[in-house]
């Protein structure tokens, strides 16, 4: 499979049918089950500040903005954004609503926690992972940790990696076709997804690092791996596992 795919590809990937999918394919009990070990993981109580991001459509900021805590959430598809926001001010939720990109996106305040889940931190090659891990890092105050969930790191993806997948949630299909760039170590897709005589195609590029590459990573910008589970029952992640969730915390300046 040869596709042409921008680096850039994520500004404009969510929408349409694309946006339609993410969403179909999430259950409340998963997201309660998520935000469940977040709050677990990151040490948090109500009334902390959490940075969500990328936050998609924000199943996860609302839950934890209805359980007590502040939230900010950034994202840069539009589609998606203005969904939040309707629900924030529909429900007079404690969130910041942010239409933007992390990599440029300059954050105002310091937070209490942050997270990163559903793949996302894979979407930027390495100068662009570098930029958003330390944009987080600086956000963060001491002691603050910051979660990264994703089932494209190297030890999860390549041990079985999927070059064809097909999906059937309610009357919208989904089809998948992977192909590897070995060179340079991202995967490239195409999405085409169909619905009643509806069709589109979207494709992306997801760029696939080691976790210890990670770990090295989040340690240059001052953020200390505490821990790495292969579910959100805190299990100990190992090769193969479908699901990595990290926690780090920001370490103190001396």
Not at 74 to 79: L, W
Not at 156 to 182: C, E, Q, W
Request: glycine share 8%; aromatic share 12%; net charge negative.
């Amino acid at each position: 499979m040869t596709i042409d795919i921008n680096n850039e590809w994520y500004v404009d990937f969510f929408s349409g049918l694309n946006c339609e999918m993410w969403e179909k394919a999430t259950t409340t009990e998963w997201t309660q089950q998520e935000v469940d070990f977040l709050i677990d993981t990151l040490t948090i109580k109500p009334g902390d500040h959490i940075l969500d991001v990328p936050c998609g459509f924000g199943r996860h900021t609302l839950e934890l903005a209805k359980r007590g805590f502040t939230m900010t959430g950034i994202d840069i598809s539009a589609d998606y954004i203005q969904k939040l926001n309707e629900q924030v001010e529909a429900e007079h939720l404690p969130v910041q609503v942010i239409l933007g990109d992390i990599l440029t996106t300059k954050l105002e305040r310091f937070f209490d926690g942050a997270y990163c889940l559903g793949n996302s931190f894979g979407y930027v090659d390495y100068a662009g992972i570098t930029a958003f891990v330390k944009n987080v890092s600086d956000a963060l105050t001491p002691g603050a940790r910051f979660v990264i969930n994703s089932g494209m790191v190297a030890e999860s993806i390549l041990p079985n990696f999927p070059k064809t997948g097909h999906y059937v949630l309610g009357d919208l299909i989904m089809d998948i076709r992977n192909a590897y760039v070995v060179g340079e170590s991202y995967m490239a897709t195409e999405l085409t997804y169909t619905k009643g005589g509806r069709s589109e195609t979207h494709s992306f590029k997801h760029h696939v690092y080691t976790l210890s590459e990670i770990k090295r990573l989040l340690a240059r910008y001052g953020l200390r791996t505490i821990a790495v589970y292969n579910s959100t029952e805190k299990l100990d992640y190992q090769l193969g596992d479908q699901q990595m969730y990290l926690v780090a915390e920001k370490q103190a300046i001396r």
